[in-house]
């Protein structure tokens, strides 16, 4: 019973953070995700002036 909870919890709290901690949330490109969960579009680094191309 004890490993069927363990298994739960793991499943619905660590695998979703997974991605979250992936992300850089640097906003390189337009499709990159901000640390908010916008979109970038516009404000990402290679679509300004002087940014990362």
């Known amino acids: 019973m004890k490993k069927l909870l363990f298994a739960f919890l793991f499943i619905f709290t660590i695998i979703p953070t997974i991605p979250t ?16 969960g916008s979109r970038c579009g516009g404000r990402a680094s290679s679509q300004r002036p002087g940014g990362r191309r």
């Open 21 to 36: 901690i992936q992300s850089s949330a640097q906003c390189d490109n337009p499709w990159d995700t901000a640390s908010d």
